[in-house]
């Protein structure tokens, strides 16, 4: 059994270690960079508008609730004024930072897979967020709160993940109860 190579530990880890999980990435990458940049300039959709004008009124420092009102919490007001502040306050700006994010969350993906199970998962991981992040069913192609609420996570997870870090954190014990499985 030891001599046929698919079932040789060895040999797979040695396929697995190659650079192709990181060709695989950047491709994935590219994907849907090209198909983001592309979407850049589609119109607010209702939520983003929502957000994008609480967003410009903090940017003229009108504290929230005060000139919109509504029961979201501020926080993606907070996240839609640091966008429009940076790539400026129209709708290719906002979309170009959600694409800036949602790399940034692929990516986040990818290390996390890797971390836990081999560079094989992280990548299966990164190409499975990255096209499903694109999809109707999630208005993927809408800077709507999941899309940062899940980059905010991934970052927790992966911090979490990190060997040399204390797993007593309260952050780190948040996020092991809000996940199906502790780490």
Known sequence: ????????????????????PLAVLLGVILFTSAIRIRLLEVPLERDEGHYAYAGQLMLEGVPPYTGVYTYFLPGMYLIYALIMAVFGQTHGGIHLGLLIINTATILLMFFLGKRLFGPLIGAAAAVAFALLSLGQPVQGVFANSEHFVIFLLSAASFWCSVPSILKDTCLCWQVRCCSERPF
């Open 1 to 20: 059994m030891s001599e046929n190579k698919a079932y040789d530990n060895k040999g797979l880890q040695k396929r697995n270690n190659g650079y192709w």
